[in-house]
């Protein structure tokens, strides 16, 4: 996709809305095929409903991404979630479950986006489509509208005849000139160039119904909803990490996985470190961590790591409690990291890759 950097001068600016872009951008994510090198597909809305953290998107994008990855919207570290328990909601349009470090900042609630939509497209007929570029930045592409139908589409073209609504577009938000979203681009035709929207009001009534559909089944059988920590269940989950990884299959995920047989982690190319973050249960003794590479490329091992360890579970009082070159056993393959018995709420780790540029593990967990 072109990059279309914000630009807060001339005309354009009363379509940027540059004094609240920061802001309301905070529910865009791009979507991504896992790769050495990511491919970028598409685009999504991401909102909450109380703690439940969801994407809204086109389906077609979903099915392209396989096994779709998001990066929120930011410049800086990358805001990184997976896209997991996925439904298609009929008319090209699906929803599924966000994890990860997005969900730190899930956008907004889906009840507070307007659904003003036909106030809106009275005011004006011009706005923009506004998408996430792969470096987290807002890209915009002025559009006009030429109709909808009241009831579910609204089609646009490019106000400039030099504009065009290209592949990778699809999932993008239609917002009007004060900034406000008003709906989804679904698809481009090939001939025309025309591009077709959904309302955004007509889009969150399907999240929304999905959502009340599942806490009406939850509620039936309130076994789906308990889901106690066991005994041979790890006492770390992992909260969120800064590289995509290469392939559907090779997911940080895996890191804490108890199956033998899950693949290890492995990222794409990289431009510098990685950070990890683990939540801990509470009461939880942490007397080491222990990076297991059985199995892995010796060039992908990382090779060197600092400890952070956070006593609450916003990271706001973080302490370093070790850093330093990563030795590992040769008959285990794996680093054992002793450290002072302690409680922490966070463990954040920060691997250093070697001059590979990409990173491998198979699994990591807190010392026995």
Same mark, same amino acid.
């Given at each position: ?94 929803m599924g479950t966000v994890l990860g470090g997005i969900t730190r900042n899930c956008g907004h609630s889906l009840d507070s986006f307007s659904r003003a939509v036909d106030q809106k497209l009275s005011e004006s007929t011009q706005g923009t489509l506004r998408f996430v570029n792969g470096d987290g930045s807002l890209g915009f592409e002025p559009v006009v509208w030429l109709d909808d139908d009241r009831q579910q589409f609204i089609r646009i073209r490019p106000a400039s005849a030099r504009g065009v609504l290209r592949k990778g577009m699809s999932g993008s938000l239609l ?34 119904? !999905?959502? /009340?559909?599942?806490?009406? =089944? %939850?509620? $039936?059988?309130?076994?789906?909803? @308990?889901? #106690?920590?066991?005994?041979? +269940? ?10 995509? !990884?290469? /392939?559907?299959?090779?997911? =940080? %995920?895996? $890191?804490?996985?108890?199956?033998? @047989?899950? #693949?290890?982690?492995?990222? +794409? ?28 490329? #010796? ?70």
């Amino acid at each position: 996709m072109p990059t279309k950097p914000l630009v807060c001068f001339s005309v354009l600016a009363m379509f940027l809305g540059c004094g609240t872009a920061a802001w309301a951008a905070a529910d865009q994510a791009v979507v991504r095929k896992p790769g050495e090198v990511p491919l970028e597909v598409g685009q999504a809305l991401v909102g909450h409903r109380g703690d439940h953290c969801v994407a809204l998107l086109p389906t077609h994008v979903v099915d392209e991404a396989s096994v779709p990855s998001l990066r929120y919207v930011g410049a800086g570290q990358a805001t990184l979630g997976d896209l997991v328990d996925i439904r298609d909601l009929g008319g090209d349009l699906s929803m599924g479950t966000v994890l990860g470090g997005i969900t730190r900042n899930c956008g907004h609630s889906l009840d507070s986006f307007s659904r003003a939509v036909d106030q809106k497209l009275s005011e004006s007929t011009q706005g923009t489509l506004r998408f996430v570029n792969g470096d987290g930045s807002l890209g915009f592409e002025p559009v006009v509208w030429l109709d909808d139908d009241r009831q579910q589409f609204i089609r646009i073209r490019p106000a400039s005849a030099r504009g065009v609504l290209r592949k990778g577009m699809s999932g993008s938000l239609l917002m009007t000139a004060d900034n406000t979203p008003i709906g989804m681009l679904l698809s481009v035709s090939t001939r025309s160039g025309v591009g077709t929207v959904m309302r955004i009001d007509r889009l969150l009534e399907r999240g929304e119904q !999905a959502l /009340s559909d599942d806490r009406s =089944a %939850a509620q $039936l059988d309130k076994s789906a909803t @308990a889901s #106690p920590r066991g005994p041979e +269940s790890s006492p770390m989950t992992l909260a969120a990490w800064t590289a995509p !990884a290469a /392939s559907s299959v090779n997911r =940080a %995920a895996n $890191l804490l996985s108890a199956d033998p @047989a899950t #693949p290890p982690w492995i990222t +794409s190319k990289l431009d510098g470190p990685v950070l990890l973050d683990f939540e801990v249960a509470p009461g939880t003794a942490i007397t080491g961590i222990v990076l297991d590479a059985k199995g892995v490329d #010796p060039s992908l091992r990382p090779v060197a790591a600092e400890i952070v360890l956070g006593n609450d579970a916003q990271f706001r009082y973080a302490r370093s409690v070790w850093g330093g070159d990563l030795v590992y056993s040769e008959s285990s393959r794996r680093s054992a990291i002793a450290l002072a018995p302690t409680r922490a709420r966070i463990i954040r780790i920060k691997l250093y890759p070697s001059g590979s540029k990409r990173l491998s593990l198979r699994r990591i967990r807190l010392m026995d």
